[in-house]
């Protein structure tokens, strides 16, 4: 089972920006595809931003254009950054990896934006 590890949340004033990290135990090179979900208080999950295998990327609505998808390989970590961030982007935010067979979930980072 891969493990899946968050990092990078925090306490962020309206307009500002983070970087999310999200650190694999296996070769990420391999999965068929890398997502980003957040859940906010009372929300279902959402998906924000997805990376395949083949590097395509595709995005909510809600975030396009503030936001970034990308991979480092050599490093197998996945990142999120989230530029003029908004109070609505306010939720704990996964780490998800599909691979052969299987499928895996990080324990979540929270982010919250203070206005």
């Known amino acids: 089972q891969v493990q899946l590890v968050e990092s990078g949340g925090t306490l962020v004033q309206v307009g500002g920006s983070l970087r999310l990290s999200c650190v694999a135990s296996?070769?990420?090179?391999?999965?068929?595809?890398m997502d980003w979900y957040r859940q906010a208080p009372g929300k279902q999950r959402e998906l924000v931003a997805r990376?395949?295998?083949?590097?395509?990327?595709m995005y909510a609505d809600s975030v396009k254009g503030r936001f970034t998808i990308s991979r480092d390989n050599a490093k197998n970590t996945m990142y999120l950054q989230m530029n003029s961030l908004k109070p609505e982007d306010t939720a704990v935010y996964y780490c998800?990896?599909?691979?052969?067979?299987?499928?895996?979930w990080g324990q979540g980072t929270q982010v919250t934006v203070s206005s």
């Open positions: 998800y990896a599909q691979y052969l067979l299987s499928d895996s």
């Open positions: 296996g070769s990420i090179s391999s999965y068929n595809l």
């Open positions: 990376i395949t295998k083949g590097g395509t990327t």
